[in-house]
């Protein structure tokens, strides 16, 4: 269903709401069940028990391809733009994917991968990635793609608290002039993960790996034993499709579970409609597939709706800052979704980059992944849309599975930095820290959704009281996203960011506590504080405060130590951009860190620090502000 104009969004949207369950089991019917589910919905946010489809029997990748292969096999599901701008690139039509889907379900399957079992995917931005996600899929197994920017023990951890008996990888990833060692990095994790049985490695560079007589296998090799068909396993609306690890206020990151028949539903549904994508379009997302915008938006989204896909394995700035646009003129990309990050760093190089490229194609373009700033969206409305296409500003998140609010293009009036309004089916509420509904328009408060919808997250793997407590529990009956917004005078939602203790660089968001853990892992260190502070580029940036057992004789090695072991611990994206060293934190007298003055002091905005007095040690916070303004 393809909404067309702004009465059918409004009457449209009047309809899930009234009837929620009439209007998702009315969409739901446009896909190939193997058994229709008996009842719609059946939920509880106090317990948390949310399922959509009762009884409903499926495999979500005869959707994305069987179907398609029927209908229309020749056209292309995947473009792939390697790292190096050759002239040279793949092109898989539907009944190719198909084809490499069901034999690698065939390797998954010789390699003892069964229904329900967990399969890590580490892997750099190649087809093969897509591949293997619905591979497994189609055998029922459920995978936990982690990004391949993880450094060894994260994996090890995101391994292990899935219990997974396979891992996927490859040899090597490039990106831009760099190419990164994956194997090495997946043999140091495997150290420590006694559930993997097997780990398939897919040969991108020159294969001068390490293999493990007995473990480690090349894709080529097992492909070569595998045929072209596979029979999808039949699997039930609610069983998991995927885990995907996201990081949250408090301690370790946690496993999503999304489930399969309701995903299913949602992404499709928001694809279409949010993208207006037409028959023949070229739709390209830059996301990574490590993390739910590459999942939603790059795979799953897409291939159910029969698209043509574009895949990009570098980075924006490869060869040259022009390199988004040079991919764009080349394979005359309709539909460009990307993050306001990417989106600022290009702003820095210059229109001359732009020029070069025929941008014509576009009708469409996209943001996601942390607040736009209104000079980036302009400058990205003007440069790269040349003012005639819409931006469609998706706010969503790893829990929420798809798109929850976002204008339509051409259909929503557009308004920069807002993501206006929320979908069909999607019913979100502002709320006071008391939890008490904001009513009305032109208010401000905490983000909140008090109805479910298709996709949304089901549970955090094996710890169901742990997602009833991060996401039911802040306020009762209801889905706390842990962003704050404004609600302006249309009714127009703006988010405003997050209100919790997760930071969001560059689009990627990584929680203070888990930093703080890794900085804690340096023997000099005694303590430390990490907070977010508005960044030009990254959009927040991390700083820490850290308390050493004796001043470090020299700083700059120390830092650097920091930067090492945070790296070592979480990857390279969580690196803190400020560290400085402090003699004391401002903690309350029950010990409490009082991160409201380190936010402030981080900000640069010292003028007005609220009251301090409560603190165990007021004067420590003239020492903290003396050593920041020594930074700057
Ligand atoms: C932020 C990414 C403002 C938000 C899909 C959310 C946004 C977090 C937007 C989720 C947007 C995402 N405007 N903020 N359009 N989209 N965010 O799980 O803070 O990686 O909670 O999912 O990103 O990040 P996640």
């Known amino acids: 269903m393809k909404i067309k104009s702004f009465e059918e969004y409004l009457s449209t949207y009047r309809k899930s709401v009234e009837d929620p369950e009439a209007f998702w089991s009315g969409i739901a019917q446009e896909f190939h069940w193997r058994k229709l589910w ?3 919905l059946s939920w509880d946010f106090n317990d948390l028990d949310v399922q959509w ?9 005869e959707n994305c391809l069987d179907r398609h292969v029927l209908t229309h096999p020749d056209k292309v ?5 390697s790292n190096e701008p050759t002239d040279i690139f793949v092109k898989i039509t539907y009944r190719e994917l198909y084809e490499k889907v069901c034999q690698f379900a065939n390797v998954l399957k010789n390699n003892g991968v069964k229904k329900g079992d967990r399969v890590c995917i580490y892997m750099p931005m190649v087809p093969e990635a897509a591949v293997a996600m619905l591979a497994c899929a189609r055998i029922g197994a459920i995978h936990s793609v982690v990004f391949a920017g993880f450094s060894a023990n994260s994996l090890a951890d995101r391994i292990n608290d899935a ?8 040899d090597i990833a490039y990106r831009g002039n760099k190419t990164l060692e994956i194997k090495q990095i997946v043999d140091e994790a495997l150290q420590k993960t006694p559930s993997i049985q097997r780990c398939i490695v897919y040969q991108r560079g020159e294969g001068k790996v390490n293999m493990v007589e007995g473990r480690d296998t090349w894709w080529h090799e097992e492909i070569k034993k595998a045929n072209k068909e596979f029979e999808a396993e039949e699997m039930d609306s609610e069983d998991p499709l995927f885990i995907l690890y996201t990081s949250g206020s408090t301690g370790k990151p946690k496993g999503v579970v999304h489930s399969t028949g309701g995903y299913m539903v949602y ?4 694809f279409e409609n949010v993208f207006q994508y037409e028959e023949n379009d070229v739709y390209w997302c830059t996301a990574d597939v490590g993390w739910i915008t590459g999942h939603s938006y790059i795979v799953y989204g897409p291939l159910l709706a029969g698209a043509t896909v574009l895949m990009f394995e570098g980075i924006p700035t490869y060869p040259d800052a022009g390199r988004f646009w040079r991919v764009i003129a080349k394979h005359r990309v309709n539909i460009f979704y990307t993050a306001p990050t990417a989106i600022r760093s290009l702003m820095t190089f210059g229109e001359e980059f732009i020029t070069p ?3 014509s194609t576009l009708k469409v373009l ?3 992944g942390e607040p736009i700033n209104e000079e980036a969206w302009q400058w990205f409305y003007k440069n790269i849309g040349k003012s005639r296409c819409p931006i469609v500003d998706t706010w969503w998140q790893t829990e929420t599975g798809g798109i929850m609010i976002s204008p339509l293009p051409r259909i929503t009036v557009q308004k920069p930095t807002f993501a206006t309004l929320p979908l069909p089916g999607v019913q979100p509420i502002v709320v006071d820290n008391n939890g008490k509904e904001i009513h009305g328009n032109g208010v401000e408060g905490n983000l909140c959704i008090k109805f479910p919808w298709p996709s949304m997250i089901r549970t955090t793997y094996g710890d169901h009281e742990r997602c009833k407590q991060n996401y039911f529990a802040t306020y009762k009956g209801l889905y706390f996203t842990g962003d704050g917004c404004k609600r302006d005078e249309d009714g127009y939602y703006r988010i405003t960011g997050r209100v919790d203790d997760v930071i969001n660089v560059s689009g990627h968001r990584i929680g203070t506590a888990e930093v703080e853990n890794a900085i804690n892992q340096h023997i000099a260190v005694v303590e430390s504080a990490v907070v977010g502070y508005p960044h030009d580029i990254k959009g927040q940036g991390i700083y820490a405060f850290v308390i050493c057992e004796s001043k470090p004789e020299n700083e700059e090695q120390f830092k650097k130590e920091v930067l090492n072991v945070v790296t070592r611990e979480i990857g390279a994206i969580a690196k803190p951009d400020i560290i400085q060293v402090v003699e004391g934190l401002p903690k309350t007298r029950s010990g409490k860190i009082m ?9 640069g905005d010292t003028s007005n620090l609220g009251d301090i007095t409560t603190l165990l040690d007021p004067t420590i916070v003239e020492s903290i502000k003396e050593g920041a303004a020594a930074l700057r």
């Open 38 to 40: 008996k009842k719609t």
């Open 53 to 61: 489809f009762i009884g409903g029997k499926l495999n979500i990748t």
């Open 77 to 81: 599901a995947i473009i792939w733009e």
């Open 163 to 170: 219990q997974c008996n396979a891992i996927i990888t490859s």
């Open 267 to 270: 992404t499709k549904f928001t």
């Open 357 to 359: 490229y025929n941008l």
């Open 366 to 368: 996209g943001s996601v």
């Open 595 to 603: 991160r409201r003055i380190l936010r402030k002091i981080a900000e």
